[in-house]
Every structure is written in structure tokens, then in C-alpha cells.
């Protein structure tokens, strides 16, 4: 997918544009999640949008629901998109993290597992 460390350096403006595309990736996925949480709290506790956006908000940011959940449902979808939530972040953060440790490793020529 990368340059293997044969090849130079990739120009740093095209560097900047493999950082986007990976930062796009990101929020498209970050976008998806969180409408996923909020179809969730809308669905199993009956929450307007904006309370389901909040509480969804709030747990892909690691602070935790705002409303606690009432229903068995509601329980039993919160804890699991807590989990996401948690998975989710150190996706993300390896998303927006490869380039750049693709970089500094290409740069010092280190190993990489092929």
C-alpha cells in the first residue's frame, strides 16, 4: 500500500494528501458510529435526536451517557457501544497514526513486516 524503503521518500504535498485521505476515512467512519449510537438511544429508550446524539457523542468521547439507560434494552445497547466505542477510538488513532509511523520508519529505514 506504502512506499517499500527501496523507494525515496514520498514528496511531502503528497504526504499532506495521504494524511487526508487517512483523516477522511476517519470521519466517515466517526460519522457512521455515531449515527449508529444515536439509531441505537433513539430506538431502545425512545430519546429525541438530540439526546440520542449526546449520550452517543459522550461515549465515543469516553465520558460515559448522559441519560442513564432505563430499559433492559437500552442497558444491553449502551454497554455494547461502550465497547465499540472503546475499539473504535484505537482504530481510529491506528488510521490517522499509519502514515505517519510509516514515515519516521521509512525515514530511519526501519523493518517492517511484509
Known sequence: MYEPKTQPLLPRKQFLQRILRHAA????????????GMAGY????????R?????????????????APQTDGGKLFAGLYALYAGLFLLIIAGIVLTPIVHRVMHRF?????Q
Open 25 to 36: 476515512v476517519a470521519f466517515v467512519l466517526l460519522l457512521f458510529s455515531l449515527l449508529l
Open 42 to 49: 433513539a430506538y431502545f429508550e425512545s430519546l429525541p435526536w
Open 51 to 67: 439526546d440520542a446524539f449526546l449520550n452517543a457523542a459522550m461515549l465515543m468521547g469516553g465520558m460515559g451517557p448522559v441519560n
Open 109 to 113: 529505514h526501519w523493518e517492517e513486516d
